[in-house]
C-alpha cells in the first residue's frame, strides 16, 4: 500500500520514503502471523456488520466489506492471494487487497477500531481454538491409557521410587496414573480458555472510541461471553497466550516423562514393552536395533514447549501499558508450542495404541528386590501386634538375611523367618507372593486390581 514516492499510504503522510529493507525484515510480520487470516477476517466481518447495525456506516459498504472478506478468505485457502511483506501484517495485507477488491468502503471497516485491539482480538480467536484442539487431543490420549489399563488392570509390575524397585503395582494403575495428569491437563486448558473468553475488539488503538459502537454485540457474534472492561488492558494483555502456554508445557512434560518410561521400559535391560514398529526405527550400522525414536522426540519437544513459555514471559515482563511493538513477537512462540504439543500428543496416542506390554517380564521384575518387604512388615504389625517402626526394623533383618544367602524374602525357611521374631508362623509367606501384595492395596486411590477396575469405568464415564 505505497504511494508513488513508496511512502507508506497507511500512515505515509507524515514519510517521505519507503522503509528500509532491514527495516522491513525486522517489522513485518505477515510471514507468521498469516496463520490469523480466519480469525482476522471472521472479525473483521462482525466488525462491519456491528458498525452498520449502529448506523456509523451504510449497510450496503458493510455488505460490500463482508464479501469483499468472503473473497479473500477463498483467495487465501486457494492459495492465490500474494502476501506482501510491504504491508507488515496479516491486518494491513487484508485491508489493502480489500480496497483493490471493493474500492472506496474498504476504508471505512477501520473505523473505531486499531490493529491493537484487532490483532488482540484475532489472537485470542486462535488461542481459542488451540485450547479446543489440546481439549479433544488429550481425552483422544485418555481413552487410550484407559483401554492399557482396562487390559492390564491385574497386570503385575514393578512400582518405582528412584527408580528402584519398590512395591509390586499394576499396570493398569501405572497407566491410569497418566489419565490423572491429562485430566488435570485438560481441565487447565478449559479453565484458561473461559477466563480468555471476553473480546477487546473496540478498545481501539488504547481508549476506547468516541463512536456510538456496541461491543456486546461484537463480543457475542465471535462466540466470547462479553467485552473486556478496560480498553488499556484490552490491548496490552496477554495472559490468555501466558495461560496457554504454560498449559502446554504443563502437559508437555507429562507427556515427556511418559515418554521417558517407554524409552526405560523398551530397552532390552527391561524389555516391559513391546513397541511397535510404526513408531520406531531401525539403526544404519546395526541390524539388530529398535529405537524409540518417537517417544525421545517428544521427551525433548517438552523443552522446546518449556522454552516458548519462558521466551514469552520474558518477553512480556518489562512492558509497559499499553502496546508496544515488542508483543508482535508473541505469535511464533505460540504458533511453534501448538503446533508442538499436536504433533506430541498425537504421536503418544499412537503410541500408546500400539503399546504391547510384556507381562512376563512386568511379572518377573515385580517379585524381585525383596518388593514385598513392606507386606512383611505389615503382616508383623497386624499378626504380632509390633509397632511399624519394629516391624521395619525386623524386616529390614530379614532382607540383609535373604540378600546374604541369596535368595528372595519367600525362599527364607521358616526357622530363617524366626531369627527375625520368634512368633512368625508359616501364615506369613502367603502375604510375599506378588499377587497377594497387589491385591491387599485396596485404599481409595490404591493398586489392587478391584480399585483399577472401578477407576476404568469411572474414566469411561466421563470420557463418553
Ligand atoms: N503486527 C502487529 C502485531 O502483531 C499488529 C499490531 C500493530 N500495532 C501497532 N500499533 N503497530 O502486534
Redesign the pocket.
Known amino acids: 500500500m505505497s504511494d508513488k514516492s513508496g511512502a507508506n499510504a497507511m500512515w505515509g503522510g507524515r514519510f517521505a520514503a519507503g522503509p528500509d529493507a532491514i527495516m522491513e525484515a525486522i517489522n513485518a510480520?505477515i510471514s507468521f502471523?498469516k496463520r490469523l487470516y480466519k480469525q482476522d477476517i471472521e472479525a473483521s466481518r462482525a466488525h462491519a456488520a456491528m458498525l452498520a447495525a449502529c448506523g456509523i456506516i451504510t449497510n450496503s459498504d458493510a455488505r460490500a466489506i463482508s464479501e469483499g472478506l468472503l473473497t479473500i478468505l477463498s483467495e487465501i485457502e486457494g492459495g492465490t492471494f500474494e502476501f506482501s511483506a510491504a504491508l507488515?501484517?496479516i491486518?494491513m495485507n487484508i485491508e489493502a487487497r480489500l480496497k483493490a477488491l471493493i474500492g472506496a468502503p474498504a476504508g471505512r471497516l477501520h473505523t473505531a477500531r486499531?490493529?491493537?485491539d484487532q490483532?488482540a482480538v484475532d489472537f485470542r480467536l486462535w488461542v481459542r481454538d488451540q485450547c479446543d484442539a489440546a481439549i479433544a487431543s488429550i481425552s483422544a490420549l485418555m481413552q487410550v491409557l484407559v483401554a492399557q489399563a482396562e487390559a492390564g488392570a491385574d497386570m503385575i509390575m514393578p512400582g518405582f521410587t528412584h527408580l528402584q524397585t519398590a512395591q509390586p503395582v499394576t499396570w493398569g494403575h501405572h497407566m491410569l496414573a497418566y489419565v490423572e495428569m491429562l485430566a488435570r491437563d485438560k481441565a487447565r486448558f478449559a479453565d484458561a480458555r473461559a477466563r480468555m473468553n471476553e473480546s477487546p475488539l473496540g478498545a481501539a488503538a488504547l481508549a476506547g472510541t468516541g463512536f456510538a459502537i456496541d461491543r456486546e454485540m461484537t463480543a457475542s457474534a465471535l462466540g466470547f461471553d462479553r467485552p473486556t472492561a478496560n480498553s488499556l488492558d484490552s490491548v496490552s494483555d496477554r495472559d490468555f497466550a501466558m495461560e496457554f502456554l504454560a498449559a502446554a508445557a504443563i502437559c508437555g512434560t507429562h507427556l515427556s516423562r511418559l515418554a521417558e518410561e517407554l524409552v526405560i521400559w523398551s530397552s532390552a535391560q527391561f524389555r516391559f514393552v513391546i513397541m511397535s514398529d510404526r513408531f520406531s526405527t531401525g539403526s544404519s550400522i546395526m541390524p539388530q536395533k529398535k529405537n524409540p525414536d518417537a517417544a525421545e522426540l517428544i521427551r525433548a519437544k517438552g523443552a522446546r514447549i518449556n522454552g516458548a513459555l519462558v521466551a514469552f514471559l520474558t518477553m512480556m515482563k518489562g512492558l509497559p501499558l499499553t502496546?508496544s511493538?515488542d508483543?508482535?513477537e508473541d505469535?511464533e512462540q505460540v504458533f511453534d508450542a501448538a503446533d508442538t504439543l499436536m504433533l506430541s500428543l498425537a504421536a503418544m496416542t499412537g503410541m500408546m495404541a500400539d503399546l504391547k506390554p510384556n507381562p512376563p517380564a512386568l511379572r518377573a521384575a515385580a517379585g524381585a528386590a525383596f518388593s514385598t518387604a513392606t507386606d512383611l512388615a505389615d503382616w508383623l504389625v497386624r499378626r504380632l501386634n509390633l509397632p511399624f517402626r519394629d516391624a521395619h526394623h525386623v524386616t529390614g533383618a530379614l532382607v540383609k538375611l535373604a540378600e546374604d544367602k541369596g535368595c528372595d524374602l519367600d525362599e527364607l525357611t521358616l526357622a530363617d523367618m524366626q531369627t527375625g521374631h520368634p512368633e512368625i508362623t508359616q501364615e506369613v509367606f502367603a502375604v510375599l507372593g506378588v499377587d497377594n501384595s497387589v491385591a491387599s492395596r485396596t485404599s481409595f486411590g490404591g493398586t489392587a486390581p478391584a480399585n483399577v477396575r472401578a477407576q476404568v469405568e469411572r474414566w469411561k464415564e466421563v470420557l463418553k
Open positions: 510480520s502471523d507488515e501484517d491486518h486499531s490493529r491493537n490483532v502496546y511493538k508483543m508482535q505469535k
